[in-house]
């Protein structure tokens, strides 16, 4: 499990192969100015993977807005070198929580 962007901070966030998918289809809806919905698929391995998009609330604006106070980004450039998730405005599309799991949903083992 973990999260994902477009635009990251963390390099190790970047998204593999199986969340590029996802994370363009959000992208997408976002330049139609429209919000996703959590989703649930079925891989081919019988795994599930369920993502969730994550739009920027106020409260993410002062680490990932376009004003972000000197203090606070002095110490995310010196954590995050490559910094990429900055710039959003209030609702934008900021990434994607996902989770890989295996689960036999509805079999019952009584």
């Given amino acids: 499990m973990g999260r994902t962007s477009h635009k990251v901070r963390n390099p190790k966030n970047k ?4 969340l590029e998918g996802p994370l363009n289809y959000y992208l997408e809806l ?7 919905r959590p989703q649930i698929t079925q891989l081919p391995d ?3 993977l369920y993502v969730e998009p994550i739009y920027a609330q106020p ?5 990932h807005g376009s004003n ?3 203090k606070v980004k ?7 070198p490559d910094d990429e998730a900055f710039g959003f ?11 890989k799991f295996k689960e036999d949903f509805g ?3 009584s």
Avoid at 15 to 18: E, N, Q, T, V
Avoid at 59 to 63: D, I
Avoid at 89 to 97: L, N, Q
């Fill in 89 to 99: 405005e209030d609702g934008d599309f900021r990434g994607m929580f996902w989770m």
């Fill in 74 to 80: 002095t110490v995310i450039d010196e954590k995050y």
């Fill in 59 to 63: 409260m993410c604006l002062a680490c």
């Fill in 107 to 109: 079999e019952d083992e």
């Fill in 30 to 36: 976002a330049q139609e100015e429209k919000q996703g």
């Fill in 68 to 70: 972000i106070d000197s």
């Fill in 15 to 18: 998204p593999d192969a199986l």
């Fill in 46 to 48: 019988n795994s599930w």
